[in-house]
């Protein structure tokens, strides 16, 4: 099995907290003259990271990558068997795709100095607190945000709460995690699949922020 996947993208971190949590045995590779390339698309069609190819099966989209490893590796469970928790976790999982992740990707061309806009930044800033107020509320911590293991709602804030905290430093604004959700982000950031993914994706972070400061 093989995974086309950046350290720097959060989707990719998605895919790899779950890969590594299951044990499932993979390799992970940068997308071969990068993503979106013809050289790309004659494995990927769509060009997009992550990329999944097992045997025959080529995936692209986070969400359906999680669930395809989640019915082929089912242990650990990350997506119970009851039917309304199923719905739960994936009424999450969209939250983070089409809520939260979004706020901070718009402000990708906010990192460097000479392209910011504070007031764009504050408008923003406060759009994000919306959703994670929003995401506290719908959230049952037990200690995870639905279960007392890790499942699939999990795994995609990991990487985007770290890129969100790192870029809102590079702000200079204050990142503020509803209380309800700071001692969930401490549990999931024990598990040792996504302390050694978030160590990565840090370290790509960092970088890529420095980049943009000259």
């Known amino acids: 099995m093989i995974l086309y996947a950046l350290p720097i993208s959060n989707f990719c971190s998605k895919v790899t907290i779950v890969l590594r949590?299951?044990?499932?045995?993979?390799?992970?590779?940068?997308?071969?003259?990068?993503?979106?390339?013809?050289?790309?698309?004659?494995?990927?069609?769509?060009g997009k990271i992550p990329g999944l190819v097992d045997d025959q099966l080529v995936l692209s989209e986070s969400e359906a990558i999680n669930e395809y490893l989640e019915e082929k590796y089912p242990n650990p469970v990350m997506l119970p068997g009851d039917p309304a928790k199923r719905a739960l976790i994936r009424q999450l999982s969209r939250h983070h795709d089409l809520a939260v992740e979004p706020i901070i990707r718009s402000l990708f061309g906010q990192v460097a100095p000479q392209t910011r806009n504070t007031e764009v930044l504050q408008t923003k800033a406060t759009e994000l607190q919306k959703q994670l107020t929003m995401l506290a509320e719908l959230a049952e911590p037990q200690p995870f945000l639905l279960t007392?293991?890790?499942?699939?709602?999990?795994?995609?804030?990991?990487?985007?709460?770290?890129?969100?905290?790192?870029?809102?430093?590079?702000?200079?604004?204050?990142?503020?995690?509803?209380?309800?959700?700071?001692?969930?982000?401490?549990?999931?950031?024990?598990?040792?699949?996504?302390?050694?993914?978030?160590?990565?994706?840090?370290?790509?972070?960092?970088?890529?922020?420095?980049?943009?400061?000259g």
Not at 23 to 46: F, N, R, W
Not at 182 to 210: F, G, H, M, Y
């Open 21 to 46: 949590h299951k044990q499932i045995p993979h390799q992970i590779l940068p997308p071969p003259s990068g993503y979106g390339s013809a050289e790309y698309k004659q494995i990927v069609p769509t």
């Open 148 to 213: 007392s293991e890790m499942s699939l709602a999990d795994v995609g804030y990991a990487p985007t709460l770290l890129l969100g905290e790192l870029m809102w430093e590079c702000f200079g604004m204050s990142w503020n995690l509803p209380s309800r959700l700071k001692e969930w982000q401490q549990n999931l950031q024990q598990v040792p699949a996504v302390s050694e993914t978030l160590q990565e994706a840090r370290e790509a972070t960092v970088t890529w922020i420095a980049s943009k400061q």
